[in-house]
């Protein structure tokens, strides 16, 4: 089967930097991408890598890494506002974007 | 600004009373989703229009059906809402199947409650 792990839950504080992971096992791949939902909200997309590095985009960066079906995203200079879900998803060879299930990112003053 | 738009954001509904989700976009794209998502739950695909091409997912419950009658509007209709049916549902929208770069743009959801 289709499955993207990610941790549910990830406390961090104010200020610092935190890294949300997430491994893939997909039938084919066309990319990761990365959303962010508030609580009551719509899914916003941030960020999609098709190749293997680092994208960054202002506070938040992307990695991934094909060949150990693994990716991240990278949050610096947390703020109060970060707090919301952020869910992985990887588009398979059928073009079905696959879910993860979500982590919820906890921000501590 | 272009956009993708829901209506009702709230919708109170009886059991086994039919209701009718709306979605419109001002975006052009030819792909259309519904999700629904539940509480501390990823999205989960019901189906998508790809331009007329209806797409169903094979675990959606034959309860649900959507129409488009033209690019820019889409509607998901529940012909026997349940209590499990309970959720906020989400459209979103994407210029092609496998454009991912500029990810799909999601409306502000419909929650629905079923009483």
């Known amino acids: 089967g289709q499955s993207l792990e990610q941790p549910s839950e990830v406390t961090a504080v104010e200020g610092a930097i935190v890294q949300i992971n997430c491994t893939y096992q997909t039938s084919g791949f066309y990319g990761l991408s990365w959303y962010q939902q508030h609580d009551g909200g719509a899914p916003t997309f941030l960020s999609y890598n098709a190749l293997d590095g680092l994208e960054e985009t202002g506070r938040f960066s992307s990695f991934l890494s094909r060949s150990d079906s693994y990716g991240y995203l990278l949050l610096q200079e947390l703020q109060m506002k970060d707090s919301a879900s952020y869910f992985c998803a990887v588009m398979d060879s059928n073009y079905q974007l696959i879910w993860g299930a979500g982590t919820k990112l906890i921000i501590k003053p | 600004d272009a956009m993708v738009i829901q209506n009702p954001r709230y919708q109170v509904t009886q059991f086994g009373k039919p209701v009718t989700l709306s979605c419109s976009q001002t975006?052009?794209?030819?792909?259309m989703y519904w999700y629904q998502q539940k509480s501390s739950q990823a999205p989960k695909l019901l189906f998508h229009y790809y331009d007329k091409d209806f797409n169903n997912e094979a675990d959606t419950p034959d309860n649900f059906q959507s129409r488009r009658p033209n690019t820019s509007f889409c509607f998901l209709d529940i012909r026997s809402p349940g209590l499990g049916d309970a959720a906020m549902y989400l459209c979103?929208?994407?210029?092609?199947?496998?454009?991912?770069?500029?990810?799909?743009?999601f409306g502000s959801g419909t929650r629905l409650t079923v009483v």
């Open positions: 979103a929208t994407t210029w092609d199947r496998g454009s991912l770069g500029d990810g799909y743009t």
């Open positions: 975006l052009n794209h030819n792909v």
